[in-house]
């Protein structure tokens, strides 16, 4: 009997140790830091789903007002959340050479389309891939996908006319319209979300943003413990999903080689790669795997965010009137003309202001450092990360007064201000930024306007 209790009390008493052995981290270095609870560390209401990732790195952000930067805990793990925008601007950009990776990770063999996913790597692997992907989208190249995102605007106005009066689920047909978009220029296939919402492509899609109990789960062992994942050969998306969407971009490229059809769109720029050169540079799956980098990174961060914007705009459609306005006056929106509708481009930033769709953005400490705010030191070792809190950043009033209320003029024919980070911040920014996300959604929008 005394044996099993001896063994019990060491098990609690070593678990207890190995979770509290770094605890003392922040209060080591001198760093005003936020006393973590018992295994959760500070992140007990984001675990416990009582509060959104936004909401809880803005109780961490007001926890010191008058400090540069506070140390938290993510469960046992330390990380600094940076208040002060020098800080930002050191760890992201000055510095990034110690902070170049992200925290999450997909391991090839489980995760074939994550893994090619440039949020998804780190280090070398990582600055391949976003030098693929800035090459495939330079404003030439997007130039002349444009044409196949204006065929999807029609199809989405003659859905709009159909459904007369109607209401509509804005969040759906902003999936819609992005899933036509994307699946168009990218793989060259109509998928028709509009007439035909039950399509199996379309089908596909939606699974693979369904957010399931199990997906957060494997979610947060991604970020804490990413060797679980591996060992047990635990994936983020659904094995089928994965498989079609390799078979339907491997049966488009034996096609298209077979009866030498072209098409201006992202799958053609890596077949003629190919043709180039006397070995394939790009296998099918490769293929799949880039392509599909479109949908991952960019199918929910769209569609979420016009979905606002068009929530915003129905519930002050003085500001809608606006745009109409600047419509008639600007004339047709098309790629050359684009930016010059001020408007709906600060309706579109306020609406990023308010819902940001990446709430908090985070960095790793790759190798040790010293970063400095004025009189303060922060030490930092290799693992620890690096975090800026955006949603409580676009809400701070001494930066944005008033900050719950809409008021797109905060963003009409000014510069942002510097702590206004809906793309992220740094090398590792939005790779859809501006080429896409902007030019198309605007196009989307005139057509609601
Ligand atoms: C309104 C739409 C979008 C928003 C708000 C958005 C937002 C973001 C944010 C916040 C990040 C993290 C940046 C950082 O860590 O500093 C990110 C990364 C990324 N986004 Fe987007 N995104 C959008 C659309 C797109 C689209 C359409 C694509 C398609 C190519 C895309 C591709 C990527 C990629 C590849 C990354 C990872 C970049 C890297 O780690 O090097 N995004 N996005």
Redesign the pocket.
């Known amino acids: 009997m005394w044996d099993i209790i001896i063994t019990l009390l060491c098990i609690f008493i070593s678990i207890y140790l190995w979770v509290t052995w770094n605890y003392d981290y922040w209060k080591k270095r001198g760093i005003p830091y936020i006393e973590p609870t018992f295994f959760f560390g500070n992140i007990k209401d984001l675990i416990l789903m009582r509060k959104h990732l936004g909401e809880v790195y803005a109780d961490f952000y007001w926890k010191y007002p008058d400090e540069p930067a506070v140390g938290v805990f993510k469960m046992l793990w330390p990380q600094l959340v940076l208040r002060d925008i020098d800080l930002i601007k050191a760890a ?1 950009i000055k510095e990034f050479s110690s902070f170049h990776d ?1 925290e999450f990770q997909a391991d090839p063999g489980n995760d074939p389309l994550l893994a090619y ?3 998804m790597t780190k280090g070398e692997r ?1 600055k391949a891939l ?1 030098t693929f ?1 800035s090459h495939n ?1 330079s404003s030439g190249k997007i130039k002349g996908m444009f044409p196949l995102m204006l065929e999807v605007c029609q199809d989405m106005s003659q859905f709009l006319k159909e459904k007369g009066g109607q209401p509509i689920e804005t969040k759906e047909m902003c999936g819609q319209y992005t899933t036509d978009v994307v699946s168009s220029c990218i793989f060259g296939l109509k998928s028709n979300s509009f007439q035909d919402p039950d399509n199996e492509f379309r089908k596909k899609v939606l699974k693979l943003f369904e957010r399931t109990w199990m997906f957060n789960i494997i979610f947060m062992l991604n970020s804490l413990f990413p060797i679980i994942n591996k060992i047990f050969r635990i994936s983020f998306l659904p094995k089928d999903v994965s498989k079609f969407f390799i078979k339907v971009v491997s049966d488009f490229c034996d096609y298209r080689i077979k009866n030498k059809v072209r098409r201006n769109d992202f799958l053609q720029q890596m077949l003629d790669e190919n043709e180039k050169s006397d070995v394939p540079v790009y296998s099918h799956q490769d293929m799949a795997s880039h392509s599909m ?2 949908f991952l ?2 199918y929910e ?2 569609s979420t ?1 016009m979905a606002y914007v068009l929530y915003l705009l129905s519930i002050h459609p003085e500001h809608q009137e606006r745009i109409r306005d600047e419509i008639n006056e600007e004339g047709v929106i098309d790629y050359e003309n684009v930016h010059k509708f001020k408007y709906l481009e600060a309706v579109i930033n306020e609406t ?1 202001r308010l819902y ?3 709430l908090a ?1 985070t ?1 790793v400490c790759t190798k040790d450092i010293t970063l400095s705010a004025g009189d303060r030191k922060y030490p930092l070792t290799k693992g620890v990360i690096v975090a800026i809190p ?1 949603f409580a950043l676009h809400k701070d009033p001494a930066i944005y007064p008033d900050p719950e209320v809409f008021d797109p003029n905060r963003f009409y024919e000014k510069q942002p201000p510097p702590q206004f ?13 501006l080429i ?3 030019k198309y ?1 605007k196009y989307f929008y005139v057509q609601c306007c």
């Open positions: 992201f992200n996913s440039p949020f990582w976003r992907h989208q980098t479109f990174d960019g961060t769209s965010m990023m940001p769709v990446g953005i960095r955006t980070f809906p793309f992220g911040m740094g090398p590792r920014t939005c790779l859809g930024k896409i996300s902007v959604s």
